[in-house]
């Protein structure tokens, strides 16, 4: 069975000869025997108690604590639930880190589309990305409720070609007007735009929404606080964000 000294033990846990030696001064990791001239040998089982001990140090644990968890009957099972706890607890920075690192790599992404980087189009873009799942929400609610709209649409189409049934495409016409302007009413109250001139957020008259020419991710309107008129950009409407501007 191997051996190590003071000196090998500390190299082999990444501790130093001082750390050994107060361990074994506080009693939690005594060698297991003295050489002839007097020097300490620690014995395999010692090396894993010592990488035990140095794992507990690393979560926080005094060591005064250690020596208790050492001294208890089964100090294997409370270890093994700390293990399990390090772990969660390490999956969950991690989770944490991929969310920041998402983050960071769609603001660059933003941003090489700003042509005139500020503070300010930092801003924008940091907003415009905090509220991104309420904006794909209102686009689901939308996408959701018109599909049997739509579906009734081709139905009416295919039925008045094949079968002449007109008067479908007319049910279809009395039903798709009024949706359309309830869903348009509903989806301009829980959206807001951004000025790219003076970043005020704010929300334009129903009428001005709905007929402006627009993309994807945004719209040509007049800004209600600089009078901006362009292009601004679509962010789900977050009352306190907007009561503060």
């Known amino acids: 069975m191997s051996k190590y000294t003071t000196g090998e033990l500390a190299k082999l846990c990444g ?20 050489s002839e001239g007097g020097r300490r040998l620690y014995s395999e089982d010692d090396l894993r108690r010592m990488r035990v001990i140095c794992f507990l140090r690393e979560l926080g644990l005094s060591i005064d604590t250690i020596s208790q968890l050492l001294a208890e009957e089964d100090p294997g ?22 969310e920041k690192l998402e983050k960071l790599e769609t603001l660059r992404r933003e941003l090489k589309s700003v042509e005139a980087f500020s503070v300010e189009s930092i801003g924008d873009v940091a907003y415009t990305m905090s509220n991104k799942t309420n904006l794909k929400k209102n686009h689901l609610t939308m996408l959701l409720t018109g599909l049997p709209v739509t579906a009734l649409q081709w139905v009416a189409i295919i039925l008045w070609i094949t079968k002449g049934f007109w008067w479908l495409f007319v049910i279809w016409a009395l039903v798709a007007i009024p949706w359309g302007v309830l869903i348009s009413r509903y989806y301009f109250t829980h959206v807001s735009y951004i000025c790219p001139q003076c970043h005020t957020v704010f929300r334009p008259t129903f009428k001005e929404a709905f007929f ?25 409407r977050e009352e306190e964000k907007e009561e503060k501007k």
């Open 15 to 34: 501790v130093t000869v001082r750390t050994v030696q107060y361990y074994d001064k506080r009693g939690i990791l005594a060698p297991s025997e003295l």
């Open 77 to 98: 099972s409370v270890i093994s639930l700390l293990l399990e706890q390090q772990e969660r607890e390490l999956r969950e920075e991690i989770g944490e880190r991929r």
């Open 212 to 236: 402006a020419s627009h993309t994807p991710k945004t719209r040509r309107l007049t800004c209600t606080s600089c009078g901006h008129h362009g292009f601004c950009v679509e962010v789900a």
